[in-house]
């Protein structure tokens, strides 16, 4: 096992700032996020200095970031969502990273950290289930894992979700990350 830490836990403007933080701290490993803080896109000469800087670090990426809200109650909001995904799911490969993260959302509409009572519903589950489905053919075509992230407020909100998301597909893209900060 090695550390690693979110580049996104620091608060700093930019991709190579967060990269910075981390080998300050001799963390080898990161959770990339590509997307500068307050930005809804990736920068692709921000993502290309980031790149330079972990060849140059020889720090090394365990996964990418590539959360969306994946089951907001507005179908624009998970399509912008997945759009972005699908330009970000080809850089995996740039970025030597076998897994891009995801958390499944909430149907609260401004912000998919918050729990909504909806969460648990037949809609919320055909609206998570069929972005992900989009999310998951892309994903196969480039040969990149996603990783589901159970968060408490979100639709898959424990290990018994995550387990029947795991039986409806059996995809060899599809997998679980287990972060324990999300059992506190």
Same mark, same amino acid.
Request: charged share 15%; glycine share 6%.
């Given at each position: 096992?090695?550390?690693?830490?979110?580049?996104?836990?620091?608060?700093?403007?930019?991709?190579?700032?967060?990269?910075?933080?981390?080998?300050?701290?001799?963390?080898?490993?990161?959770?990339?996020?590509?997307?500068?803080?307050?930005?809804?896109?990736?920068?692709?000469?921000?993502?290309?200095?980031?790149?330079?800087?972990?060849?140059?670090?020889?720090?090394?990426?365990?996964?990418?970031?590539?959360?969306?809200?994946?089951?907001?109650?507005?179908?624009?909001?998970?399509?912008?969502?997945? &759009?972005?995904?699908?330009?970000? @799911?080809?850089?995996? +490969?740039?970025?030597? =990273?076998? !897994? /891009? *993260?995801?958390?499944?959302?909430?149907?609260?509409?401004?912000?998919?950290?918050?729990?909504?009572?909806?969460?648990?519903?037949?809609?919320?589950?055909?609206?998570?289930?069929?972005?992900?489905?989009?999310?998951?053919?892309? &994903?196969?075509?480039?040969?990149? @894992?996603?990783?589901? +992230?159970?968060?408490? =407020?979100? !639709? /898959? *909100?424990?290990?018994?979700?995550?387990?029947?998301?795991?039986?409806?597909?059996?995809?060899?893209?599809?997998?679980?990350?287990?972060?324990?900060?999300?059992?506190?």
């Amino acid at each position: 096992m090695q550390l690693g830490i979110h580049t996104g836990t620091f608060s700093r403007p930019t991709i190579t700032g967060g990269l910075e933080a981390a080998l300050l701290c001799g963390l080898p490993y990161v959770h990339l996020s590509l997307k500068a803080k307050g930005a809804d896109i990736v920068d692709p000469q921000a993502a290309a200095a980031a790149a330079r800087m972990l060849i140059e670090t020889k720090m090394h990426v365990a996964s990418l970031s590539g959360t969306f809200n994946m089951a907001h109650p507005d179908a624009s909001v998970r399509n912008r969502g997945l &759009a972005q995904l699908a330009e970000l @799911i080809p850089l995996a +490969e740039h970025f030597q =990273a076998p !897994v /891009i *993260s995801l958390c499944t959302g909430t149907r609260n509409p401004d912000s998919m950290w918050r729990s909504h009572p909806d969460n648990q519903t037949p809609e919320a589950w055909r609206d998570f289930t069929a972005t992900l489905e989009k999310a998951l053919h892309i &994903a196969e075509c480039y040969q990149v @894992i996603l990783g589901i +992230e159970p968060e408490p =407020a979100n !639709v /898959i *909100s424990d290990a018994q979700a995550a387990r029947r998301l795991l039986d409806q597909y059996s995809s060899p893209y599809l997998k679980v990350i287990f972060d324990p900060a999300n059992l506190v």
